[in-house]
């Protein structure tokens, strides 16, 4: 049920940085579609856990009491289609997929025409993002119990052009949804059992897959059974380091598909 709440997180993200990237390609019909996805997704979780945007489902050792994980599971009735319209979106002939690849084409152009040296050899390219999938990579909680097929991830582009990211993202969306059912089928009509484990005081750590990419959290616990330090890695740093070297020599219309493609946030910057 855990893993469940956080494949939605992780389609919420997603749906976002979709609606995001068409609007800033201008398909105005695209955008108003993943927010009013979006939306959706929040009524069906508030319904099953009572609380709009922190679903607080989990607890020392297994879920809260009172989820009505019927409710959750409902949404993905619905969801399936959403999933494929983005997906036909996406496709060599979709909308966003001809606007993202109108977009690459200016930038291309402008890359060449601003890092081309004296000997008229063009400069390489800024570095790539981060690509690790810390489900796959490292399966944690009820990830290990999941069998599912990974090999789409293999199968994305690994530029920075806004066609990838449009790819990415529906990959993402869909990657997500085959979680969420998954789960879904194998909780059935049982919830699983509540439990509390007892914490000792140390150090620990893990590795979790977040929205944008996989995060470390490191915990040091006190005899009181209060945390005495944390610190979070994120990927978003080095994200953030590289991105001036993505958008000098674009022009300055180019610039909101190229930080949208990038999907950096800088909330969840490295603390």
């Known amino acids: 049920m855990r893993v469940f709440f956080a494949e939605l997180e992780m389609t919420l993200s997603a749906l976002w940085s979709l609606a995001e990237l068409a609007r800033a390609l201008n398909l105005r019909s695209l955008r108003a579609l993943g927010l009013e996805q979006r939306e959706r997704i929040y009524e069906a979780a508030s319904e099953a856990t009572g609380q709009r945007v922190y679903w607080a489902i989990a607890r020392p050792g297994g879920v809260r009491e009172g989820i009505q994980f019927g409710a959750a599971r409902d949404l993905l009735e619905w969801l399936h289609g959403a999933v494929e319209t983005w997906r036909v979106a996406t496709a060599p002939k979709g909308a966003l997929r ?9 930038q291309a152009q402008a890359a060449t025409d601003a890092t081309t040296d004296a000997t008229g050899k063009a400069n390489p390219p800024a570095g790539q993002p981060a690509r690790e999938d810390a489900r796959r990579r490292a399966p944690y909680d009820g990830y290990r119990a999941i069998t599912l097929d990974w090999t789409p991830l293999d199968d994305l582009p690994e530029s920075v052009a806004v066609t990838s990211c449009a790819l990415r993202l529906a990959t993402r969306l869909k990657l997500s949804y085959d979680i969420m059912r998954v789960c879904a089928e194998t909780l059935g009509d049982a919830l699983p059992a ?9 150090q620990g750590s893990a590795t979790i897959q977040t ?9 040091t616990l006190a005899d009181d059974q209060t945390i005495a330090q944390v610190r979070l890695t994120t990927p978003c740093a080095a994200a953030l380091a590289q991105a001036p070297g993505w958008l000098l020599g674009h022009t300055l219309a180019d610039l909101p598909a190229t930080l949208v493609g990038l999907d950096l946030c800088p909330s969840c910057a490295d603390l």
């Open 211 to 219: 929205a944008h990419g996989p995060a470390r959290v490191d915990v």
């Open 194 to 202: 509540q439990a509390s484990a007892p914490l000792k005081a140390g």
């Open 98 to 106: 001809r606007a993202a690849e109108r977009a690459d084409a200016r």
